[in-house]
Nanobody
Framework: VQLQASGGGLVQAGGSLSLPCAAS????????MGWFRQAPGKEREFVAA????????YYPPSSEGRFTISRDVAKNMGYLQLNSLKPEDTAVYYC?????????????????WGQGTLVTVSS
């Protein structure tokens, strides 16, 4: 499955962004989906994940309550809604897919990655 994330940009602290992820190729509905981010000079980190049917969203503490992951299987789309953004949320955001129905936080579990979209949060 091929993935393409978009929707990044410059936003002030406290603002919001919606990041869509378009999927093509193999049946996207057979894959769980995750979002990750990588800030300059830092390792890639987990942001959110969701099962193939759109259930059981999973967030780390840094995302809980501010970010929302969702997907529209019929449209082959995934989404990450970013609210109450902070300067430390500045990073390149990637959508990823893994075969199966487990919303995993492990980077190694994902074998399909989009090219990333840059989110910059100004203070």
């Amino acid at each position: 499955v091929q993935l393409q994330a978009s929707g990044g940009g410059l936003v002030q602290a406290g603002g919001s962004l919606s990041l869509p992820c378009a999927a093509s190729g193999r049946i996207f509905s057979s894959y769980a989906m995750g979002w990750f981010r990588q800030a300059p000079g830092k390792e890639r980190e987990f942001v959110a994940a969701i099962t193939w049917c759109g259930g059981a969203p999973y967030y780390p503490p840094s995302s809980e309550g501010r970010f929302t992951i969702s997907r529209d299987v019929a449209k082959n789309m995934g989404y990450l809604q970013l609210n109450s953004l902070k300067p430390e949320d500045t990073a390149v955001y990637y959508c990823a897919a893994t075969r199966g129905n487990v919303a995993t936080m492990a980077i190694a579990d994902y074998d399909n990655w989009g090219q990333g979209t840059l989110v910059t949060v100004s203070s």
